[in-house]
């Protein structure tokens, strides 16, 4: 085998790694601020759910986001700062209105 094949060879990879381009450093841009105030939509509670109903309860509290909680349903844990939980009974009446 020619030697000057095994140069180039070995040579290669580390060229490769050599580059001048600067890499370029992205940061993403900050959460806008969408917090949830419960306690502007406490008015609703007693509420037949629906969804402008949701609607109105999304704009009264800031949140970006609503989560529906149907009777006997299992819900994560996690906590949103910028989501509104409605919570609702068999005759779709509200019973709870929270953040998280």
Known sequence: MDVRLLVVAAALPLAACMGSETPVESTPPPPTEMTCNADAAQSYVGQTATGAV???????????????????????????????????????????????
């Open 54 to 100: 949701g609607a109105a309860i999304l704009k009264a509290t800031g949140a970006r986001t609503l989560r529906w909680g149907p009777p006997r349903s299992a819900m994560t844990m996690d906590y949103r700062q910028d989501r509104v939980n409605i919570m609702y009974d068999d005759a779709y009446k509200i019973t709870q209105v929270t953040c998280g």
